[in-house]
């Protein structure tokens, strides 16, 4: 199993980007997929979660402002990104929760490579 995250970039402080993250291989079921971002002398934090029956769980520094969602069909996450804040430059990575092959019964996380968001004032 490949994810493949892209949509990072520079952007101004106000403005949007729209990050995506693809999972690719024989992909039977994910149980949960989200967002997580590390910014420069901190730790990794969760940013928005998505579950597969579509539940959505945001962190409180981007409620109003985010919005997760997954194309299951796909396996892929979306982060779109509004109102974009200097305090939101970090590496985002996406992450695919409980992830299961076709025909086999184990399940396993799995982490994209990340993609650099950078927000000038």
């Known amino acids: 199993v490949q994810l493949q995250a892209s949509g990072g970039g520079m952007v101004q402080a106000g403005g949007s980007l729209r990050l995506s993250c693809a999972a690719s291989g024989n992909i039977g079921a994910i149980n949960d997929m989200a967002w997580y971002r590390e910014a420069i002398g901190r730790q990794r934090e969760l940013v928005a979660a998505?579950?597969?029956?579509?539940?959505?769980n945001y962190a409180d520094f981007v409620k109003g402002r985010f919005t997760i969602s997954g194309d299951n069909g796909k396996n892929t996450v979306f982060l779109q990104m509004n109102s974009l804040k200097p305090e939101d430059t970090a590496v985002y990575y996406c992450?695919?929760?409980?992830?299961?092959?076709?025909?086999?019964?184990?399940?396993?996380?799995?982490w994209g490579q990340g993609t650099q968001v950078t927000v000038s004032s």
């Open positions: 998505i579950t597969s029956g579509g539940v959505t």
């Open positions: 992450y695919f929760g409980g992830l299961r092959l076709r025909g086999r019964w184990s399940v396993k996380d799995y």
